[in-house]
C-alpha cells in the first residue's frame, strides 16, 4: 500500500543503474487496436499493463475480440474481428485514457447500431470536438455535448474519403483517424489544417498499422491516407516506453549518476527519444548501443528549446532545469493545457511552491534554478506530474509526492522502479 502523500528520499551517492520499463502506452494501444480489428489471432509481447491500456483491452472485448492476457509474461493473445464490428449498439467506457477515446470514437460510427463512448469526467473534460467534425463530415452520424464525451451514434457506417482535420491539439485525433480508416467504405484521405503537433506519434501510428499490414499514403506534413480493408494478423513486440524512461534519464543527468534503460536502443520508433537530444544539449552524456541507451550525468546548463513534438517530457524537463546552473526556456507546448492536467499551469504552481522560480508563456515555460525547498506537490490527478516531480524528491530533502497513484496510468511500477534506483546508490 502506497501511502498519501508519498514521502521521498533523497539519494545519496549519484545512482549507477540499470533498469527494465514496461511497454510503451502508446505503441500497446495501437497495436492493440489494430490486432482486435484484424483477421486471425495475432501475438502481442511487451505489452504494458495499466489504467489506459486496461481501458482498450476492455473495450475490445466488449466489441466481441477474443482475448488471452498474461500479464506476468506481458502478452496478449487476441483473436480480431476482421474488420466486423458487432450488430449490438456499442458502450464503450474509455475510463481517462485519450488514445482509447480518440482512437475508438470512429467505431461507434462504424458500427451497424451504433453506440456511446464515455469516460471519466477528466476525460470528459479534453477535447472532441475537432475529431468529431473531421468524422462528420466523412458521413458519421454522430451527436456530442458541444465537442466532449460523451459521444453518440446510430451507426450505419462510415463513408469515408477526403477530409480536412485540424492537427493543432493533438495528433490523436488524426490518429484515430487513420487506424479506423480501413473500416470507412471509401478509406480516408487526411489533410492536416494548421501545424501538426507530435508529429512523432503519427510516426507511430503510421508504424504499426503498416506492421499489421495496412499501407498508408503520406507525405512530409500533410496528407495521410489508407484504403478500405482489413488488418492482418500478426507476432508483434512492443518497445519499452521512452516517455517512461525520460524520467530516468532525467535523473541520471541531475545527479551525475549513470542509469541504462534496457530494451530501447538507436532503432526505437518513439518521438519521446528526442528528450535525450535535450540533455546532451544541457551537458548530459548519452550512449546507446541496438537495444539500450544510458545517461551520464554532468554539469547542466540551461536551454531553449521546442518540445512540440515531445511534449509529454515537458514536466521532465521542468524538474531537470531546476537543478541546472541557467534558466530553460521552453516552447511550442500550449496545447498540453488539455492534457490530463495544465501541465503548462501546474509546472508553474508546484515549481513556485517548491521555491522554484518560474515564468507561464501562451507556448510553455521558462523555469529559473533555484533551492528546492520541502513541500508536498499537487499532482492534479496527472500520472507525468507525479513522476516528473518525483525527481526532485529524489535530489532535494523533504518533497512529497500527492496521489502517487495517478501513475497507475501509464506506469503502475514506477515507485518500485525509482525506489530501487535511489536504494542501489547508498
Request: with cysteine.
Amino acid at each position: 500500500m502506497i501511502v498519501d502523500p508519498l514521502p521521498l528520499r533523497r539519494l545519496t551517492e549519484p545512482p549507477d543503474a540499470t533498469v527494465a520499463l514496461p511497454g510503451s502506452k502508446s505503441l500497446t494501444n495501437r497495436a492493440l487496436l489494430c490486432a482486435g480489428l484484424a483477421a486471425g489471432r495475432s501475438e502481442l509481447t511487451g505489452v504494458l499493463f495499466s489504467d489506459d491500456t486496461e481501458a482498450m483491452l476492455a473495450a475490445l472485448e466488449q466489441m466481441g475480440a477474443a482475448l488471452q492476457v498474461d500479464r506476468d509474461a506481458c502478452t496478449v493473445s487476441i483473436e480480431g474481428l476482421g474488420g466486423v464490428l458487432p450488430a449490438e449498439s456499442l458502450n464503450i467506457d474509455a475510463r481517462q485514457s485519450g488514445t482509447t477515446g480518440r482512437f475508438l470514437a470512429p467505431l461507434i460510427a462504424v458500427a451497424p447500431n451504433g453506440g456511446v463512448l464515455d469516460g471519466h469526467q477528466q476525460l470528459r473534460d479534453r477535447p472532441m470536438s475537432d475529431q468529431v467534425e473531421a468524422l462528420r463530415s466523412l458521413g458519421a452520424h454522430l451527436v456530442s455535448g458541444e465537442g466532449h464525451l460523451p459521444l453518440r451514434s446510430d451507426g450505419g457506417g462510415v463513408r469515408g474519403g477526403g477530409v480536412q482535420v485540424n492537427g493543432a491539439t493533438s495528433s490523436q485525433f488524426v490518429s484515430g483517424l487513420l487506424l479506423c480508416g480501413p473500416l470507412f467504405d471509401e478509406g480516408v484521405d487526411l489533410e492536416v489544417m494548421g501545424s501538426l503537433v507530435s508529429r512523432p506519434y503519427l510516426d507511430m501510428t503510421i508504424a504499426v498499422m503498416e506492421a499489421f499490414g495496412v499501407p498508408v499514403e503520406h507525405d512530409d506534413q500533410r496528407r495521410f491516407g489508407c484504403p478500405h480493408g482489413v488488418y492482418a494478423s500478426q507476432h508483434h513486440a512492443i518497445e519499452p516506453d521512452a516517455s517512461a524512461a525520460s524520467y530516468f534519464f532525467g535523473l541520471a543527468a541531475m545527479t551525475r549518476g549513470r542509469i541504462r534503460v534496457e530494451g530501447l536502443g538507436q532503432g526505437s520508433i518513439q518521438g519521446d527519444m528526442a528528450f535525450l537530444g535535450v540533455l546532451e544539449a544541457m551537458g548530459a552524456v548519452v550512449r546507446q548501443g541496438d537495444d539500450w541507451t544510458e545517461v551520464v550525468g554532468r554539469d547542466l546548463r540551461g536551454v531553449d528549446v521546442d518540445l512540440a513534438d515531445f511534449s509529454d517530457t515537458a514536466p521532465t524537463l521542468a524538474a531537470v532545469a531546476a537543478v541546472a546552473d541557467s534558466p530553460t526556456r521552453v516552447r511550442g507546448i500550449g496545447f498540453v493545457r488539455g492534457k490530463e492536467s495544465d501541465r503548462i499551469g501546474g509546472v508553474i504552481t508546484e515549481l513556485g511552491r517548491l521555491g522554484v522560480d518560474a515564468t507561464e508563456h501562451d507556448d510553455g515555460f521558462t523555469i529559473y534554478p533555484g533551492r528546492v525547498r520541502p513541500e508536498v506537490v499537487r499532482t492534479y490527478a496527472d500520472h507525468r506530474m507525479a513522476m516528473a516531480f518525483s525527481l526532485l524528491g529524489v535530489v532535494s530533502d523533504g518533497v512529497a509526492i500527492a496521489d502517487p497513484g495517478c501513475v497507475a496510468k501509464t506506469f503502475p511500477g514506477f515507485w518500485g522502479v525509482l525506489e530501487s534506483v535511489r536504494a542501489g546508490a547508498e
